[in-house]
């Protein structure tokens, strides 16, 4: 005989999460709303809203962010979360265009509806991780390759001043 499956309520689920993602996060996740809390009676009970900031590298010698880019990934669940998606908004973003900002709101918000069912959070965190990573690691080229042009222009300036200079 099978085992009945027991089905989490909505509440119980995001409880749950949000118990996740303060033990990964730590001191990164800001609850917006302190009755998504597990101690919260369920008559007082709300969706949870959090606020996570996120940044793609730390220093791995002290565990202090590195300030290159950083960015707030603010969630706010409906009551039905995760049967229906999470409103999300990016704030506060530090090395992202406009443009950028735009570009990975959009992929959340098309993630979070393909996720749409199960919890999502830690994902949703996990692509803002991985959508700086790429970002930076685009711009490491071209700002190299700039360094190197100046480095050579100012080389080729200093040449022609001491040329100058014996004439």
Request: contains cysteine; aromatic residues 4%.
């Amino acid at each position: 005989m099978a085992t009945p499956v027991v089905k989490e309520s909505f509440r119980e689920r995001q409880i749950h999460e949000l118990e996740v993602i303060k033990a990964i996060f730590a001191n990164d996740v800001e609850v917006l709303r302190p009755s998504c809390d597990t101690d919260t009676p369920a008559a007082q009970w709300k969706p949870t809203e959090i606020r996570i900031s996120l940044t793609p590298l730390r220093d791995s010698s002290n565990g202090h962010t590195e300030a290159y880019a950083r960015t707030k990934l603010h969630i706010i669940c409906p009551s039905k979360y995760p049967k229906i998606a999470p409103k999300i908004l990016i704030e506060e973003s530090k090395g992202l265009s406009d443009q950028l900002v735009e570009e990975l709101l959009q992929k959340l918000q098309q993630q979070s509806e393909e996720l749409r069912g199960e919890v999502m959070i830690y994902e949703l965190a996990q692509t803002v991780h991985l959508f700086y990573l790429n970002i930076i690691s685009h711009r490491a080229v071209p700002s190299t390759t700039k360094c190197c042009r100046k480095i050579k222009s100012v080389k080729r300036n200093d040449l022609t001043n001491r040329n100058v200079r014996k004439i």
